[in-house]
């Protein structure tokens, strides 16, 4: 079936460390995948995209580089800042079926420090 | 930027009595979602809603559950008799033809007595 594993949180970070939220996933066919950021009291936010191997999604700083040889879809920042803390989830939806429904990983915790 | 809004944003309920909750989707978006997000853990697919009827199901979505667009605009959440178990974050969400991604609304926060 289709799985979404992240890693656990929280993960504490001073401003400016340098993150990576990892994320790997289990899926039939040629899934799409998705990295979505819940800051406190809001809903779920889009923060990039990856449709096919290779691509890399970026946003805000943030990137994720779309690997299927080890089926991973690894959360990158630089320079995180203390507006950065969320919730970040990944997520994938497989096209393999006729479906479009996000399977989400468990989501990881990020609280930057200033 | 459009928006997909929830109502309530909290909704305090006793056990066994039937809730509803509200979205109104973004305008030209024609397909739509239910998510929940018990505390803690993962968000889970509830339902989709395509063309006026259900698309797909998960097992959480038995006959406690129904889905439905009133009037074109709103799209409802109903939950006949509420468990303690249903305490959740509730989702939204709506998207276009041809859009990777959804937009999700700000979520309503269920729970019950």
């Known amino acids: 079936g289709n799985s979404v594993t992240q890693m656990e949180g929280p993960v504490t970070l001073s401003e400016e460390a340098f993150l990576t939220i990892n994320c790997t996933y289990t899926a039939t066919g040629y899934p799409s995948l998705f990295w979505y950021v819940q800051y406190p009291g809001e809903g779920l936010q889009l923060l990039l995209k990856?449709?096919?191997?290779?691509d890399k999604g970026s946003n805000k700083g943030f990137e994720a580089t779309y690997r299927k040889e080890t089926t991973s879809f690894h959360l990158e920042k630089g320079s995180v800042q203390v507006s950065d803390s969320a919730v970040y989830f990944c997520a994938l939806r497989n096209y393999g079926g006729a479906t479009n429904k996000l399977i989400f990983g468990t989501g990881t915790l990020l609280a930057v420090q200033p | 930027e459009p928006e997909v809004t929830q109502t309530p944003s909290h909704q305090v309920t006793q056990m066994g009595q039937e809730v509803i909750l509200r979205c109104v989707p973004i305008?030209?978006?024609?397909?739509f979602y239910w998510y929940r997000q018990i505390l803690g853990q993962k968000v889970e697919f509830l339902v989709s809603?395509?063309?006026?009827?259900?698309?797909?199901k998960s097992e959480i979505f038995d006959d406690q559950f129904s889905v439905e667009r009133p009037d074109g605009s709103n799209f409802t959440l109903k939950i006949r008799s509420t468990k303690l178990e249903d305490s959740a974050m509730y989702f939204c969400a709506s998207q276009t033809e041809g859009d990777y991604g959804y937009t999700f609304g700000s979520g309503t926060r269920l729970t019950v007595v």
């Open positions: 990856a449709t096919k191997a290779d």
């Open positions: 305008s030209n978006h024609l397909y």
């Open positions: 809603f395509y063309n006026n009827e259900i698309s797909e």
